[in-house]
């Protein structure tokens, strides 16, 4: 096993890791349940988001990395209406953010649920004040679920409160989301179905003790095979944990063999290599990326392994916008080369690339912006027959623009 690594190195073994370069599916013959079910068991979570310009967070690493496939096939394997008998394979937490997870994970997050039941009790007035709000819930649930927010009478349920008009009712309900006494039974147009544990996870998971040190050690261990490479930071990001938790459970892993520690050229912080880890020669790959994919999502990570300095611009207002409302990363091979702001506009069955640019120094390479665009544009027009649009237009600004307009008019 290697005991250095080169930065070219690492990128290729973090994104075979994430499974890039395995080639992907045509429109003929898209991946099907089989291969959503082993790219699940490769990265382990997909984050959730409601922002919908171009598609959702979660589906966006699935066509990245397998091309084309159903949503709809996504859709049955980890929003369907789940039972005991009939659990399914996935549920959501508070894993990194809001996140599809392997339901076989659930009891390696009890630590958590039970440390923000007591955490929550003591910081938030609004749950000491409800706890009558609270029991009713469990109760409506027990009578009547698995049932959505809406769904759910009670003279609490006004809106009340900040801009996004959570009720006491839906407050409540994610209050015991958090703490593991709910758990989503579905969802129906991304419409949180909720249901109390016991109506959806099976007994043999419920009653299964991790405790808090061995739980972080399966964690790690799962960041570690997701990533391929990382410091003791990289593997706590990818399930946000606490470094005081992760560097206990990296020295007993490395004591078993399962990671193997690393230099990695150009990194100031010691790394860990998975012994399962492929070193690829190259990376054959083009994709654009979600801002929620494991690859970009640690921005810091992202900067040191690509140098690539990201940040999301969704939440500023417009003036402020540099690259654009709903940016992508654009990785090419082993590089991430520019970024393209789309948007799916569903109403005229156009995908609007709303401004695309390249990384400095890139036009300087040999065939210049024409040669990237030459790679980028056959990933577009996949794109847009995976979003079911029938034209794709060049409609703003950016250094790649031009480029990518006249590789769509060849």
Do not use: C
């Not at 397998?66 to 929003?79: E, I, M, P, S, V």
């Not at 958590?112 to 819930?137: C, G, H, I, T």
């Not at 969802?187 to 739980?215: C, G, K, S």
């Not at 995908?351 to 640019?357: E, G, I, K, N, P």
């Amino acid at each position: 096993m290697l005991d250095s690594l080169s930065a070219a190195q690492a990128r290729r073994v973090l994104l075979a890791a994430q499974g890039f370069g395995r080639g992907t599916a045509s429109a003929d013959s898209p991946a099907g349940t089989r291969q959503l079910n082993l790219l699940f068991d490769r990265i382990r979570l997909l984050q959730l988001d409601s922002v919908n310009v171009f598609e959702r967070s979660h589906y966006q690493p699935v066509f990245a990395r397998l091309g084309h496939y159903d949503k709809a096939a996504l859709d049955a394997l980890t929003f369907r209406k789940p039972t005991p008998r009939s659990p399914g394979r996935y549920v959501e937490y508070w894993a990194h953010e809001a996140a599809l997870i392997p339901l076989e994970s659930w009891p390696l997050w009890r630590w958590k649920m039970d440390a923000l039941r007591e955490r929550d009790s003591e910081r938030y007035e609004w749950v000491r004040n409800n706890q009558p709000m609270l029991q009713w819930l469990r109760e409506e649930l027990a009578a009547t679920g698995p049932v959505t927010a809406r769904d759910i009478e009670h003279d609490a349920n006004r809106r009340t409160g900040p801009w996004w008009g959570w009720s006491d009712v839906k407050q409540g309900l994610e209050m015991l989301f958090r703490w593991g006494e709910v758990v989503s039974a579905g969802r129906t147009r991304f419409e949180r179905t909720y249901a109390l544990t016991e109506q959806i996870v099976p007994a043999e998971l419920r009653e299964r003790e991790v405790n808090r040190a061995d739980a972080h050690r399966a964690l790690v261990a799962e960041s570690a095979r997701a990533l391929g490479v990382g410091t003791a930071s990289d593997l706590a990001d990818y399930f946000r944990l606490k470094s005081v938790d992760v560097r206990p459970a990296i020295e007993e892993l490395t004591d078993s063999g399962e990671l193997v520690p690393v230099t990695v050229r150009g990194w100031n912080q010691p790394a860990w290599l998975h012994r399962d880890a492929r070193i690829p020669r190259r990376i054959d790959h083009v994709a654009l990326l979600s801002p929620f994919d494991p690859v970009v999502w640690d921005r810091k990570r992202a900067e040191r392994m690509f140098g690539f300095h990201y940040r999301i611009e969704i939440y500023l207002p417009e003036p402020q916008r540099t690259f654009g409302y709903y940016s992508l990363p654009v990785l090419v091979d082993d590089a991430l080369v520019g970024r393209i702001d789309l948007k799916t506009d569903r109403q005229s069955g156009v995908l609007r690339v709303q401004s695309a640019w390249h990384e400095d120094g890139l036009d300087a390479l040999p065939g210049g912006t024409g040669a990237l665009a030459e790679r980028i544009v056959p990933t577009l027009r996949e794109i847009a027959l995976w979003q079911g649009m029938g034209e794709i237009a060049v409609t703003g600004r950016g250094t790649l623009s031009p480029a990518i307009e006249a590789e769509l008019q060849r």
